[in-house]
T-cell receptor
Framework: DGGITQSPKYLFRKEGQNVTLSCEQN?????MYWYRQDPGQGLRLIYY???????QKGDIAEGYSVSREKKESFPLTVTSAQKNPTAFYLC???FGQGARQPQHFGDGTRLSIL | GQQVMQIPQYQHVQEGEDFTTYCNSS?????IQWYKQRPGGHPVFLIQ?????EVKKQKRLTFQFGEAKKNSSLHITATQTTDVGTYFC???????????FGPGTRLSVLP
């Protein structure tokens, strides 16, 4: 079954701690994205990657970091610098570049502060 | 940067009533996509519109792209409880690289 797998489904972060959210896709998609969604709100772009070993900041990149060492994987680290990390994090991928292809989303990770 | 507005923010309808949500941009769009997110779920792609005045149908859903390519609508005929969720439009940003999502319209359907 092709798709996007995000893990864990729920994650709790302690003060001053970095946490990493996993995103893996087996759709052979070039582009991958991370979004943040707050309750009752739309999606805001954190980081995106159009190709392996390259990624760009989105609208709200501060306090987050990513890597794209493999085409299939695009992990997101929420650092201690992100003071309000509680949100629903969605990973997505699309075939090709330039926002002309549909995005496929994972089931998301809900992050909370302990 | 690119911004899109969606109206209404919320809509409560009785099952069987029709529903319409609108997506508006101040700039001309190259394309527009629509997504549906069920409560507790993730967004799911519904459709993409590219041509001026384009109309596409998916069963009870009708999607339209405005003639000036600055707005779009999603119309649901005879809503069902399975239509509950938030409907988002998404457009390309000013650099043509990424998607900008509208704030969404949350639909509730009362049985």
């Amino acid at each position: 079954d092709g798709g996007i797998t995000q893990s864990p489904k729920y994650l709790f972060r302690k003060e001053g701690q970095n946490v990493t959210l996993s995103c893996e896709q087996n759709l052979n998609h070039d582009a991958m994205y991370w979004y943040r969604q707050d309750p009752g709100q739309g999606l805001r772009l954190i980081y995106y990657s159009q190709i392996v070993n390259d990624f760009q900041k989105g609208d709200i990149a501060e306090g987050y970091s990513v890597s794209r060492e493999k085409k299939e994987s695009f992990p997101l680290t929420v650092t201690s610098a992100q003071k309000n990390p509680t949100a629903f994090y969605l990973c997505a991928s699309s075939f090709g570049q330039g926002a002309r292809q549909p995005q496929h989303f994972g089931d998301g990770t809900r992050l909370s502060i302990l | 940067g690119q911004q899109v507005m969606q109206i209404p923010q919320y809509q409560h309808v009785q099952e069987g009533e029709d529903f319409t949500t609108y997506c508006n941009s101040s700039t001309t769009l190259s394309n527009i996509q629509w997504y549906k997110q069920r409560p507790g779920g993730h967004p799911v792609f519904l459709i993409q519109l590219v041509k001026s005045g384009e109309v596409k149908k998916q069963k009870r859903l009708t999607f339209q792209f405005g003639e000036a390519k600055k707005n779009s609508s999603l119309h649901i005929t005879a809503t069902q409880t399975t239509d509950v969720g938030t409907y988002f439009c998404a457009v390309r940003d000013n650099y043509g690289q990424n998607f900008v999502f509208g704030p969404g319209t949350r639909l509730s359907v009362l049985p």
